[in-house]
């Protein structure tokens, strides 16, 4: 059972080959670093002094204090240089990948850390997916382990790329004499609106176009919750710590409109729902578009099969797969028996069992599937899905041909051009093509068939060209046959039945796409466990605004800081402000068409770093101005965790920017205009939504399905059930003595069966009373007490009127009606 305890593998920390975790180091030598690497357990490091990560270091990697902080057994302690054993590889070894993603981690209380980095698992992909502004550098590597972006499997060119396909021409040498030469074309299927586990939305987006070259390992699509390669979970929000009008208050969150508008937090939600034909007793049930007693109207939407077409809206209680089952045979007589073997079965022999959209749940079908049992006949539905997949199949391996035989014609006109033929190069009818002689030209070589008898007969006059044309013919054939055979087998596959269950006919199963936009009740949360809920959607014009006119997104309360110890929100916020007003300075200088030069020195201030100065100083100036403009909303800031950004770094990067170093402004109040008394602190954070969406858990009921056994309502929402009205609830309606709703909510909205029948009554009627009859929790409290052996008899007391002698007792199976005295 799970009890909330989430251990994390921390990073750089591997399983050896006896089960135990172990972790790296650097060794040292005579207080020099080297470039060893060494793996240790914690029973083998309690041996060795092992220095922090953070030690200073001079340009040759060795120690300079003579006194260094290190770890010796479960101590720290001062430690000479030259008696150091080792030395941790990175600061962040010894936090998880999730911790290592919150910046500014070293400011933060554990308690918060530790909501930090559990509520990034739960952030929502959004449809507009956006890099934090300030990370940790650990973001690129994230999203290449995730798994969720596609990863180039060799170098090559890149041949097309559209939204849900990649080709690159992989660099295959076709002169090889190997026996067997690979395949040069990989093919990426993206994956678009699939639904995860999760019920969210895996869409992946192509980042190269023709003619890119791309290296094996590099990342050529986004997945959801991705960017540019690197992890995505929020957005990078305007935000102002101050009360608002109260609904901040107790972490609730005060949100522009605009957020709404321009889809900032815009999710889509993926639901599927399936049914299955079964070959039951009664005969065979049949998914079918002809329902007994359902209007036309109801079935406008589903196509000749019965099951609903694709990219249709659909609401509560809409048919999605019509279903009809068989119902018990009656027997029928002579007259019936004709009238069947005339007209043929009766609308009433089958019941609609149909598939609907469940209560909650709209949206728009994405996708159909249909499994279908081996030997069953196909239906026109299962046909057109098999069309479209064998057009897909169809057109990868059109394309697979036609990069091999590029590849072959290019090849073999740079080696053979203007060489002269050693003999005629016919078609595969025997016809002359290009007669012996003949000098080789492209456009010669592209009227030949791309197949064997027809191409390979090729030969040319000298003897060495002949070999090596010899050669790339060959291989180029040999890797066509294998991408035939390819498609042959993938046609094959596609015409076999599918495995289902036992006395399964057909499944089929619908997808249902939601866009979910921000409202009242959703959850949100940044990096530093500071979360809350979203209390009110206010017009842009009402929310707080700057000098300039610009308006804040999200109002925080600054009441959830200090008593949280999360202090770094506050630095991630300065520092945010600071990348967004760099961005600015940026978007100036691109407006202005200033000098490349003059834009090159201003990004080489804000970078520092060598590593960085190399990367962007190799480019070309149309591609460092092409990646200038990604810099427009704001510069990529890293600080990593235990060795970030100090308080004089941001204030370095506050004066490139020309931005005070308080981080705080003046904000004006939207509703009336007038100035707040004090200046606030704004500045941009990376704020996630949450999974936890009003929508999947905002529930009502009046009546609804009852417990068998109890004749109580279900609970939960999946259920449709009501809500309980426990012990403590029941104790505040009494210490309010509120007698009758009390006694409605135990008896006549609870389990008394006889009471619920009998207020239906008085409802239809127009009578206003209520009357109660005995609870089915009492019938069940006697049966449990009868497998005791005690027999309990309930006596009913009878009016003075009647005869005295006519008490008795009254069975427990019928409805016993109670006096007002019991």
């Known amino acids: 059972p799970n009890i909330g305890l989430i251990a994390s593998l921390a990073t750089y920390a591997q399983v050896n080959s006896y089960g135990f975790l172990e972790t790296p180091y650097r060794k040292v030598e005579q207080a020099k670093i080297t470039d060893s690497i060494e793996y240790l357990s914690a029973t083998e490091e309690d041996r060795y002094k092992i220095a922090q990560a953070n030690a200073v270091i001079d340009e040759g990697g060795s120690l300079v204090n003579d006194f260094v902080t290190a770890r010796v057994g479960s101590e720290f302690s001062m430690v000479p240089k030259d008696q150091i054993d080792y030395i941790d590889v990175s600061p962040i070894q010894l936090v998880s990948v999730a911790a290592s993603l919150i910046p500014f981690l070293e400011h933060d209380d554990a308690n918060r850390a530790l909501m930090g980095s559990n509520m990034q698992r739960q952030g929502v992909p959004l449809v507009k997916p956006q890099a934090p502004l300030v990370g940790t550098g650990m973001e690129h590597q994230g999203a290449l382990d995730s798994g969720t972006c596609t990863i180039a499997r060799r170098t090559g060119i890149v041949d097309s790329s559209d939204a849900s396909r990649i080709v690159i021409q992989a660099d295959v040498d076709l002169s090889s004499v190997d026996s067997i030469v690979p395949n040069n074309v990989d093919i990426y299927h993206l994956i678009k609106y699939r639904r995860s586990n999760q019920n969210t939305c895996i869409n992946q987006r192509p980042l190269v176009k023709k003619g890119d070259y791309v290296k094996a390992g590099d990342i050529i699509a986004d997945g959801a919750s991705t960017e540019n390669g690197e992890l995505a979970l929020g957005q990078n929000i305007r935000i102002a710590f101050m009360p608002w009008n109260g609904y901040n208050f107790e972490d609730s969150i005060t949100v522009s409109r605009r957020l709404l508008h321009e889809d900032v937090y815009t999710s889509v939600h993926i639901d599927v729902l399936d049914t299955v034909a079964r070959d039951t007793k009664l005969g065979k049930e049949e998914i079918t578009r002809d329902i007994p007693n359902v209007s036309e109207e109801a079935l406008r939407n589903l196509d000749e099969s019965g099951i609903i077409r694709i990219g249709t809206y659909v609401r509560p209680g809409d048919i999605l797969v019509g279903k009809v089952t068989p119902k018990g045979e009656t027997q029928l007589n002579p007259e019936e028996k004709l009238l069947r073997a005339i007209f043929g079965e009766k609308a009433g022999d089958v019941r609609d069992t149909s598939l609907r959209v469940s209560q909650s749940m709209e949206g728009v079908v994405t996708d159909v599937i249909v499994f279908n049992r081996e030997g069953v006949e196909r239906d026109e539905r299962t046909r057109q899905i098999e069309k479209d997949m064998l057009r897909r199949y169809e057109k990868d391996h ?425």
């Open 398 to 822: 059109q394309d697979e041909v036609r990069i091999i035989r590029k590849n072959l014609l290019d090849r073999v006109c740079s080696i053979a051009s203007g060489q002269a033929l050693g003999a005629d190069l016919r078609n595969m009818q025997g016809d002359v093509l290009i007669p012996a002689g003949t000098e080789l030209t492209r456009e010669a070589i592209e009227k030949v068939p791309f197949m064997r008898g027809a191409i390979d007969e090729m030969q040319m006059e000298d003897a060495s060209t002949n070999n090596k044309v010899q050669t790339l013919i060959h291989n180029a054939l040999q890797q066509k046959e294998m991408m035939d055979n390819v498609f042959e087998d993938r046609c094959e596959k596609l015409s076999k039945g599918d495995d289902l269950p036992p006395g399964v006919i057909r499944m089929v199963k619908v997808y249902i796409a939601t866009k979910r936009k921000l409202s009242v009740g959703d959850k949100m949360a940044g990096r530093h466990g500071n979360k809350g809920v979203v209390s009110t959607v206010q017009p842009i014009e009402n929310m707080p605004y700057m000098e300039d006119g610009t308006s804040v997104d999200i109002v925080l309360n600054p009441l959830g800081v200090p008593s949280r110890m999360n202090i770094g929100q506050v630095l991630e916020t300065h520092l945010g402000r600071v990348a967004s007003g760099l961005g600015s300075k940026i978007e100036e200088m691109l407006e202005k068409q200033q000098p490349v030069k003059k834009l090159r020195e201003f990004i080489n201030q804000i970078y520092e770093s060598k590593v960085a100065q190399e990367h962007l100083g190799a480019m070309s100036d149309d591609d460092f101005l092409e990646f200038m403009k990604r810099y427009k909303v704001g510069v990529h800031m890293s600080t990593p965790v235990f060795d970030g950004a100090t308080e004089n770094d941001i204030h370095r990067m506050a004066d490139l920017a020309e931005l005070n170093h308080s981080g705080q402004v003046w904000l004006h109040d939207g509703l009336t205009g007038e100035r707040f008394s004090q200046k606030v602190t704004v500045g941009y954070a990376y704020i996630m939504k949450l999974h936890h969406l009003v929508d999947e858990k905002i529930h009502a009921r009046s009546i609804g399905p009852y417990s068998l056994v109890t004749q109580q309502p279900l609970g939960g929402k999946a259920q449709f059930g009501g809500q309980r009205f426990g012990e403590m609830e029941v104790w505040a309606l009494e210490a309010y003595g509120a007698a009758h709703t009390l006694q409605e909510l135990l008896t006549v909205k609870s389990d008394d069966v006889y009471g619920r029948n009998k207020v239906y009554e008085a409802i239809v009627k127009g009578r206003h009373q209520v009357e109660s009859g005995l609870p089915e929790s009492f019938k069940v409290l006697i049966s449990e007490l009868k497998s005791l052996c005690l027999n309990i008899e309930l006596l009913q007391e009878v009016d003075s009127d009647e005869e005295e002698a006519n008490t008795e007792s009254v069975s427990l199976s019928e409805k016993a009606t109670v006096s007002e005295e019991i």
